[in-house]
């Protein structure tokens, strides 16, 4: 799997990505800068990590979504190559209109750093293809703007092309408003493109593929990946 891993001013997360992928798949990703215009035709993956992108001026994710690589990342995607957007890489893919919605400040008005647990609501996508659907995971989040928000008719529409790949839950799968870290609409906390090769998700499962981290539930979206291409 050829794999690239975009890294802005503030990345904190690429480093991370960069090891799951390799351990999970066998793959080593490229790391590329944000000044790049032009990415690889044959890429299978693009991943946008996690961190604080140009110091998370005017709102998350803003500048960076309009950096010069995002013009290769849109052609890309365009063309049905995978993107994968894990915490501010999901704030900045919101701001690219790759994916509908806005990430807020947490409800809480504080940064929130702990396990959390999810439920798979769709195994039909390239990255929850290993899992099955109300399966649930326990994953690290940490931000402080991850709480997802959008219109009525964005979310019915959301629903209705099964486009929620991950909710918050309880243990035990259940939604309660104690076990949503930021408030987030509907329990949401990723949500896939209508061409489904776009995935953006607030949680970090860069963080939860080695069991001296506490979880190896991430791996299965990076075995997804890898199930997709053979």
Not at 71 to 79: D, L
Not at 148 to 160: N, R
Request: net charge negative.
């Amino acid at each position: 799997m050829k794999s690239a891993v975009i890294v802005f001013p503030g990345s904190n997360r690429e480093r991370d990505a960069a090891a799951a992928l390799e351990r999970v798949t066998g793959y080593k990703p490229r790391l590329a800068w944000h000044g790049e215009a032009e990415l690889e035709d044959d890429l299978d993956l693009i991943l946008i990590p996690g961190g604080f992108s140009y110091g998370d001026y005017l709102r998350t994710g803003a500048i960076a979504a309009h950096a010069p690589v995002m013009a290769a990342v849109k052609r890309a995607a365009a063309k049905g190559v995978r993107v994968l957007g894990l915490c501010n890489g999901f704030q900045i893919l919101t701001e690219a209109q790759l994916l509908p919605g806005v990430l807020q400040r947490n409800a809480s008005l504080q940064f929130v750093c702990r396990d959390v647990h999810l439920r798979v609501e769709t195994s039909n996508s390239p990255f929850t293809r290993a899992y099955n659907a109300g399966q649930v995971l326990q994953v690290p989040v940490a931000h402080h703007d991850g709480n997802y928000f959008a219109d009525e008719a964005t979310l019915k529409t959301l629903e209705d092309q099964d486009r929620i790949a991950f909710r918050y839950t309880s243990p035990e799968g259940e939604l309660k408003d104690a076990t949503n870290p930021n408030g987030s609409i509907r329990f949401i906390a990723g949500i896939l493109s209508e061409q489904r090769n776009v995935l953006g998700m607030m949680p970090h499962p860069e963080n939860a593929v080695d069991p001296l981290l506490g979880s190896t539930d991430g791996a299965g979206l990076f075995k997804s990946l890898i199930e997709g291409l053979n």
